[in-house]
C-alpha cells in the first residue's frame, strides 16, 4: 500500500516536467524559470564593479564607454557610426525587455508573446497603417544612406549584446512571458517613431467631438462648445501682449440634434475618459530665458516632457562624444539612434507636443459594400491597396487575419452602418529623418538646430524650444501642418468622392509658429495655443490646447527678471494653479449668492470656508484641492447635461476655458440641469450645488476632512505601472506636488513629467535633470527606480557630460572593440 | 555518499547546459538503478546541486533576495515561497524518477534484489 502511494506520488512528481518544460497557461515553463544557472536567478547578478572588454563585430574601431556614479553611460566614439553601435549595445545592456515591448506593440506583434489577449491592441496598430507605413519607409531607405547606415549601426549594436548574452542575462519579464530575446532589425526603429506619432498626434477625436456633439445639440453650439481657437489667448509665439487676453463669447443655446450627424457617430471611437475638461495626457512644458532676464546673464532652457510614466522609464540616459563631431548629452528612447532630448556645448533643447489636427476623415464610396476593391473619386473608380495582415501566436500558429484596404489618403475602415472611412495622417507620411536628431546635435546655436530639425521632423509636430551659448532662444512649431482646400474644416469629416477635398501640401516654414530671440526676453510653451487666433490659422481646436500651465509659467517669467537655475527647477514642480485661480471665485460667489436667496446649509458653509482660506497650491499636505477638484467634477457633471448620449454617457467635454467663459454668463440656459425637472438652475445654483455634492461625497469617500483622508498627497498620489502592469515591477502612492493643470500635473495619475532638465548655456555650459525611474531595466536592480524620489521632490541631479575620460570617476569602464584581425 | 556527488555533479552539469528539467530527471534515473535509497539522495542531490548555486551566488553578493522579493511579489507568492519551490523543484523531479526507476529495476531485473542486492555486495541470484 504504502508503495502504491509512493509511485502515485512519482508520478505526479515527475509529470512536474511537463510544465517545468512547457508551462501551463500564463505560467511560465517553470524549469526555464527557476533555473539557479540560467534562469530567472540571473537577475540578481551585479557585474558592474568591473571593467569588461566586449568585441563588436561591426566595430571600425576601439570604443570607450564609461559609467559614471548615476550609472549614465558616457561614449568616447571615433566615428559617428561606432558611437551609434556602442549605443544599441548600452541600451539593449539595460533594457532589452522594453526595446522589444515596444517595438512588437508599435508593429503589432503582441499576439507572438500574449496570444490572442493582445489581439485587439495588435489589430489597433496594424489597422491604423502604421506598420505598413513602417515597411514602406524600410523600403523606400537607400542602402547607401547615412540614415541606413544609422539604423544599421544601432541595430549592430543591440544584436552583439543580445548574441553576447547570456541566457542569465536575459531580462526577467522574458522569463515570466515564457519567450526569448528577439534581433534587433533597423526596422524596429521605425515602428518605433510611428508608436511615437500615434501617442502624440492620433486626434480623431476632433472629427469625433464635433459629430457626435452636433448629433446632440445642433451644429452651431456644437461649433461654440467646440471653436476652433482657445479663448484665452496666451500663444506660443509671442503677440506682443503683456497679459493673457480672454476672449469669451456668449454660448448659442442647444440647438436641435442634428440626425446625420447621428448616424455618422456611431462609426467613430469611443472618446478619452476626461471628466472635467482638463487633458490629462502628454502634457508638456518648456520655456527658455533670455541673458538680459537672469541672474548670471545667460541663457536659461527648462523642459520636461509629459508623457505616460512607466517603468522602465520611456527614457535612458546618455552621452555621446565623438571628437569634432558629436559632443551630446540628454536622453535616448530605447530603439531610436540618437538623443532626442538634451544639450551639446553650443546648444540645449527640448520638445512639448503641439497637438496640430493633423488627421482627417474622409468618406468614401466603395464598389461593394462587403468586400470592396474600388473606391470613387472624380467619377472614377480605384483600386484599393489591399494587404493581408496574419498575427501569430506563441507557437507560431495564426491566431487571426484582417484584410486592411488603403485609399490613396490612407487605410479605410468601416463601422457597422456599412459606412466606409479613410483616414489621412502625417505619421504615415513616411517623411522622419531617423537621422535628425543626431544632425540637429551638431548645431552651432540655435537658428542652425531649428533649421536642421525642420528639414528631418514630419510628425508628430513638435514646439522645440532651443537656447544657445551665444545668449539666444528661439522656439518653431515644427512638423507638416496640412494645407486643407478653403472650404473644408479640418474638424469635420469629408467628402472622399472629390479630390478637390484632399490637403494641397504642407505649411512652409514661414508659417510655422515660431520666435526668434523676442523682446520679451523669454519663451514658454505647455501645449497651448501655438499661434494668436489674429493669425486665423487653423491648427486643431480648442480642447486640443490647454491654456493653464502656460498661464502660470508665463506669469512666473514675467514676474522675476532675475531667473536663476534654481528657480527654473523649483518653477517644475510649482503647486499654483491658474485654473484654480480661475475658478474658486466664482464658487465663493456663487456660495455667497445662494446664502443670499436663504439657501444656505451647514456643508456649503464649511464647503466654502475651506475653499476661501485654500492658498490653491497642490501640495502633498494641503486638504482642500480635494474638494475644488471634486466640485470642478461636479460642476462638469451638471452643466454639460446636454451632451449626454442615450447610454448616459457624456460624448464629450468642452474645455475648461469655455466652461471659464459661461461662467460670464449666469442665466445661460446652458446652467440649467434638464434632469431636474421641476426647477431651473442658474450659474449659482449649479456650482454652489456642485460645491456641496463634492463635499458630501469626499466625506463619504474618505471621511471627514478632520480624519485626515482629504490629503492632497493621499488622494492625488501618482502611480508608475510597469510595462506589463505588474504591481510587484511599479511604484504606487507616490506623493507629489502638483495637481491637474499645474506645471506638474503627476497627480491624475500615469501622466506626468517623464524627463526634466534645466541648463544653463555660457562660457560652459551646466546642467541638472532626471527622470522617474533608474538606468536599469531590471526589476530587482537598485538602479531600477532609483531616481524617483529625487523626482519626487522635485530635485534634480547635477549632469556631468565631461570632454573625455579625464576626471570621469567611472563605476565601470568597458572597451567595445572591433574583431581580431585573423592572421593569413 | 559518492553517489549523491555524482547526482549533485550531473545536475549542474545538465542545469548548465541549460536542461533545468531534464537533468534532475536523467540523474533521478540513474539513481534509481544504481544507488540504495536512491529517491532520497536523488531529492538531497537535486536541493544541494541548486541550492548550492543560490549559496554561492548570495556569497558572491548578488542580490538574490531582492530577486526573490521582486519575482515573488510578480508571481503573487511571498519571497520565501520562491526560494523553496526552487529547492523543490530539481529535488522533486529527481526523487520521483529515482524511485520510478529503482521500482522498474526491481520489476524488471534479472536479478530479484536489484540495487539493493548489489550494494550488499552478493552476487544476483
Request: hydrophobic share 45%.
Amino acid at each position: 500500500m504504502r508503495n502504491t502511494l509512493l509511485t502515485v506520488a512519482a508520478l505526479l512528481g515527475l509529470a512536474l516536467a511537463w510544465p517545468g518544460v512547457r508551462g501551463i497557461g500564463p505560467v511560465p515553463p517553470l524549469g526555464q524559470l527557476l533555473d539557479p544557472v540560467n534562469g530567472a536567478w540571473g537577475a540578481a547578478r551585479d557585474d558592474r564593479n568591473d571593467r569588461l572588454e566586449i568585441r563588436i563585430p561591426s566595430l571600425s574601431a576601439p570604443v570607450d564607454v564609461w559609467y559614471d556614479r548615476r550609472d549614465v553611460p558616457h561614449i568616447f566614439a571615433s566615428t559617428e557610426a561606432d558611437a551609434i553601435r556602442a549605443l544599441g549595445w548600452v541600451v539593449a545592456r539595460d533594457r532589452l525587455f522594453q526595446m522589444e515591448a515596444q517595438w512588437r506593440a508599435a508593429s503589432g506583434r503582441l499576439t507572438e508573446w500574449a496570444g490572442t489577449i493582445a489581439l485587439p491592441s495588435d489589430q489597433e496598430m496594424r489597422r491604423l497603417g502604421l506598420p505598413a507605413s513602417a515597411e514602406e519607409q524600410d523600403k523606400a531607405l537607400n542602402t547607401e544612406s547615412r540614415q541606413r547606415l544609422i539604423l544599421d549601426a544601432y541595430a549592430d549594436g543591440v544584436n552583439a549584446w543580445i548574441d553576447r548574452m547570456r541566457p542569465s542575462e536575459w531580462p526577467l519579464e522574458y522569463r515570466l512571458l515564457g519567450v526569448r530575446p528577439a534581433r534587433w532589425s533597423a526596422i524596429n526603429t521605425m515602428h518605433l517613431f510611428a508608436r511615437m506619432g500615434w501617442t502624440l498626434a492620433f486626434g480623431s477625436s476632433t472629427e469625433r467631438t464635433r459629430v457626435e456633439v452636433a448629433a446632440l445639440v445642433g451644429d452651431s453650439a456644437a461649433t461654440a462648445l467646440f471653436p476652433v481657437h482657445t479663448p484665452i489667448v496666451e500663444p506660443i509665439q509671442p503677440n506682443g501682449q503683456t497679459a493673457p487676453r480672454f476672449e469669451f463669447t456668449r454660448l448659442p443655446p442647444p440647438g436641435s440634434p442634428n440626425g446625420t450627424a447621428r448616424v455618422v457617430a456611431g462609426m467613430l471611437p469611443d472618446p478619452p475618459a476626461d471628466d472635467d475638461g482638463v487633458r490629462r495626457s502628454f502634457a508638456s512644458n518648456n520655456w527658455a530665458v533670455a541673458p538680459g532676464r537672469t541672474a548670471a546673464g545667460k541663457a536659461l532652457l527648462a523642459g520636461d516632457p509629459h508623457l505616460d510614466m512607466s517603468l522602465p522609464s520611456l527614457w535612458y540616459e546618455v552621452h555621446l562624444v565623438v571628437p569634432g563631431v558629436l559632443d551630446v548629452y540628454g536622453v535616448t528612447i530605447p530603439g531610436a539612434p540618437a538623443v532626442v532630448i538634451g544639450f551639446t556645448r553650443n546648444v540645449a533643447w527640448s520638445f512639448t507636443n503641439t497637438g496640430a489636427d493633423v488627421l482627417d476623415l474622409y468618406a468614401e464610396s466603395v464598389d461593394n459594400d462587403s468586400n470592396p476593391r474600388r473606391y470613387l473619386v472624380d467619377g472614377e473608380w480605384r483600386e484599393l491597396r489591399v494587404r493581408t495582415e496574419n498575427y501569430l501566436g506563441k507557437r507560431g500558429e495564426t491566431v487571426g487575419v484582417d484584410t486592411l484596404r488603403f485609399t490613396h489618403r490612407g487605410p479605410l475602415s468601416r463601422d457597422g452602418n456599412g459606412r466606409w472611412l479613410s483616414m489621412r495622417w502625417t505619421v504615415l507620411q513616411p517623411e522622419l529623418s531617423q537621422t535628425v536628431f543626431l544632425d540637429a546635435a551638431r548645431a552651432s546655436n540655435a537658428r542652425e538646430f531649428l533649421d536642421s530639425m525642420a528639414v528631418g521632423f514630419g510628425a508628430p509636430a513638435q514646439n522645440m524650444i532651443v537656447a544657445d551659448t551665444q545668449g539666444s532662444i528661439a522656439i518653431r512649431s515644427t512638423g507638416h501642418f496640412p494645407i486643407r482646400p478653403v472650404w473644408t474644416v479640418g474638424s469635420a469629416i469629408q467628402d472622399g468622392t472629390r479630390s478637390a477635398n484632399d490637403w494641397e501640401g504642407y505649411w512652409p516654414l514661414d508659417r510655422y509658429p515660431q520666435a526668434f530671440n523676442p523682446p520679451q526676453g523669454f519663451l514658454a510653451s505647455a501645449n497651448q495655443e501655438p499661434l494668436d487666433p489674429k493669425e486665423n490659422a487653423y491648427l486643431g481646436i480648442d480642447t486640443d490646447f490647454d491654456p493653464w500651465r502656460a498661464l502660470r509659467i508665463n506669469r512666473l517669467l514675467r514676474a522675476d527678471s532675475a531667473v536663476t537655475p534654481e528657480t527654473m527647477v523649483r518653477w517644475q514642480t510649482d503647486p499654483g494653479s491658474e485654473r484654480a485661480n480661475a475658478f474658486v471665485p466664482w464658487f465663493l460667489n456663487a456660495a455667497t449668492v445662494v446664502k443670499r436667496r436663504g439657501q444656505a446649509s451647514a456643508t456649503l458653509d464649511s464647503a466654502m470656508a475651506q475653499l476661501t482660506v485654500w492658498d490653491r497650491r497642490y501640495v502633498p499636505d494641503d486638504e482642500h484641492a480635494v474638494l475644488f477638484e471634486a466640485a470642478m467634477r461636479q460642476v462638469t457633471s451638471r452643466t454639460w447635461d446636454e451632451l449626454l448620449a442615450e447610454s448616459g454617457r457624456r460624448v464629450a467635454t468642452p474645455s475648461s476655458a469655455t466652461l471659464l467663459g459661461l461662467m460670464h454668463d449666469s442665466a445661460s440656459v446652458w446652467w440649467d440641469d434638464r434632469r431636474t425637472t421641476d426647477i431651473v438652475e442658474d450659474r449659482d445654483a449649479i456650482l454652489s450645488a456642485a460645491l456641496v455634492a463634492a463635499h458630501d461625497s469626499l466625506v463619504r469617500r474618505y471621511g471627514a476632512r478632520s480624519a485626515g483622508g482629504w490629503r492632497w498627497g493621499t488622494v492625488g498620489a501618482t502611480r508608475i505601472m510597469h510595462l506589463l502592469g505588474i504591481p510587484a515591477f511599479s511604484e504606487e502612492r507616490i506623493a507629489v506636488q502638483g495637481g491637474p493643470a499645474t506645471l506638474n500635473p503627476s497627480s491624475v495619475g500615469g501622466h506626468g513629467p517623464s524627463w526634466r532638465m534645466v541648463v544653463e548655456l555660457g562660457d560652459s555650459v551646466r546642467a541638472w535633470g532626471t527622470y522617474p525611474g533608474g538606468q536599469s531595466g531590471n526589476p530587482a536592480s537598485a538602479r531600477y527606480k532609483d531616481r524617483i524620489p529625487l523626482w519626487r521632490e522635485g530635485r534634480l541631479d547635477t549632469l556631468f557630460a565631461p570632454r573625455d575620460t579625464n576626471g570621469l570617476a567611472a563605476t565601470l569602464r568597458v572597451r567595445l572593440m572591433p574583431p581580431k584581425v585573423s592572421r593569413q | 555518499m559518492i553517489g549523491i556527488l555524482l547526482g549533485v555533479t550531473g545536475i549542474l552539469l545538465g542545469t548548465w547546459l541549460g536542461f533545468p528539467t531534464l537533468a534532475p530527471v536523467l540523474v533521478g534515473l540513474a539513481m534509481g538503478v544504481t544507488v540504495p535509497m536512491a529517491a532520497r539522495r536523488a531529492a538531497l542531490a537535486g536541493v544541494i546541486a541548486w541550492g548550492g548555486v543560490l549559496l554561492a551566488a548570495t556569497l558572491r553578493g548578488d542580490n538574490i533576495a531582492g530577486v526573490s522579493r521582486t519575482l515573488g511579489g510578480a508571481m503573487g507568492v511571498p519571497s520565501w515561497l520562491l526560494l523553496i519551490v526552487t529547492l523543490l523543484y530539481p529535488a522533486i523531479l529527481a526523487a520521483s524518477a529515482a524511485w520510478l526507476a529503482s521500482l522498474a529495476a526491481r520489476r524488471f531485473s534479472p536479478w530479484s534484489g536489484g540495487h539493493a542486492t548489489l550494494s550488499r555486495g552478493l552476487p544476483p541470484t
